[in-house]
C-alpha cells in the first residue's frame, strides 16, 4: 500500500539551530515528492518538490531536501531555523507516471522554536 | 493572481444536517482536489475533478460527493452529518493533473454538533 510515514509527531528547535525532518515513503510506482508547510489556520504551502534529476532541490524559505531513493527518504532541512518557521510541515507523494494529482500526506511534524 | 479562494471559512451545523462548501481556484487552473483534515486522520484525499468529470475518488462514504463547474469552480456537499465529519477541508487547484503543482485555499473548518 501507498503510505507516507513521519517518523517524529514533534521536534523542537531552538532558533539558530540547524533543522532535519524526517520522510519516508513507500509506493510501487516512481514517486513524486512535495513538502508542504501549514501555519495554524493557514491552508497549506508548498515548500519544494522533487520529479526527476538532481536528488537535492531547493525551496522556498531556505529549505531544502534531499531525495534518496535506496532509503525511500524525503528529508527536509534548513541549516538556520527562524523563529518564523514555527509551523506544521507535511510530506506527500503522488504518483508520477499516472494523470492524477491525487496526494497521499504523511501525519505531519509540528516544529516548535525556542528563542 | 488571486490564490485558492474557499467559502463559507467557518461553519458550524447539527448531526443530519447537510452542507455545502464552495471552492474558487487560481484562474486559469482546470483542476481542483478536496482534503480533509483532522487530528486523527491527517490529511485524506477526498475527490478529483477536471474539466468538470471527477477523475479520482477517495474512500470516502456516499455522503460526500462533489462537482464541479464549467468555470471549473467546484462545490463539495456532505449529507446527513455526523459528528466525525468535523474537519478542516481543503481545496487545492492546479492547471492540470499529475505532475502540476497543486495550491491550497484556506480551508473550511465545519464543526458538527
Known amino acids: 500500500a501507498q503510505s507516507v510515514t513521519q517518523p517524529d509527531i514533534h521536534i523542537t528547535v531552538s532558533e539558530g539551530a540547524s533543522l532535519e525532518l524526517r520522510c519516508n515513503y513507500s509506493y510501487g510506482a516512481t514517486p513524486y515528492l512535495f513538502w508542504y508547510v501549514q501555519s495554524p489556520g493557514q491552508g497549506l504551502q508548498l515548500l519544494l518538490k522533487?520529479?526527476?534529476?538532481?536528488?537535492l532541490v531547493q525551496g522556498i524559505k531556505g529549505f531544502e531536501a534531499e531525495f534518496k531513493r535506496s532509503q525511500s527518504s524525503f528529508n527536509l532541512r534548513k541549516p538556520s531555523v527562524h523563529w518564523s518557521d514555527a509551523a506544521e510541515y507535511f510530506c506527500a507523494v503522488g504518483h508520477l507516471s499516472s494523470n492524477t494529482g491525487k496526494l497521499i500526506f504523511g501525519q505531519g511534524t509540528t516544529l516548535q522554536v525556542k528563542p | 493572481k488571486a490564490g485558492v479562494t474557499q467559502t463559507p471559512r467557518y461553519l458550524i451545523k447539527t448531526r443530519g444536517q447537510q452542507v455545502t462548501l464552495s471552492c474558487s481556484p487560481i484562474?486559469?487552473?482546470?483542476?481542483v482536489s478536496w482534503y480533509q483534515q483532522t487530528p486523527g486522520q491527517g490529511l485524506q484525499f477526498l475527490f478529483e475533478?477536471?474539466?468538470?468529470?471527477?477523475?479520482n475518488k477517495g474512500n470516502f462514504p456516499g455522503r460526500f460527493s462533489g462537482r464541479q463547474f464549467s468555470n471549473s469552480r467546484s462545490e463539495m456537499n456532505v449529507s446527513t452529518l455526523e459528528l466525525g465529519d468535523s474537519a478542516l477541508y481543503l481545496c487545492?487547484?492546479?492547471?492540470?493533473?499529475?505532475?502540476?503543482?497543486?495550491?491550497f485555499g484556506p480551508g473550511t473548518r465545519l464543526t458538527v454538533l
Open positions: 475533478y477536471f474539466s468538470e468529470t471527477q477523475r
Open positions: 484562474s486559469g487552473h482546470r483542476s
Open positions: 487545492a487547484s492546479s492547471q492540470g493533473l499529475g505532475t502540476d503543482t497543486q495550491y
Open positions: 522533487y520529479f526527476s534529476g538532481d536528488t
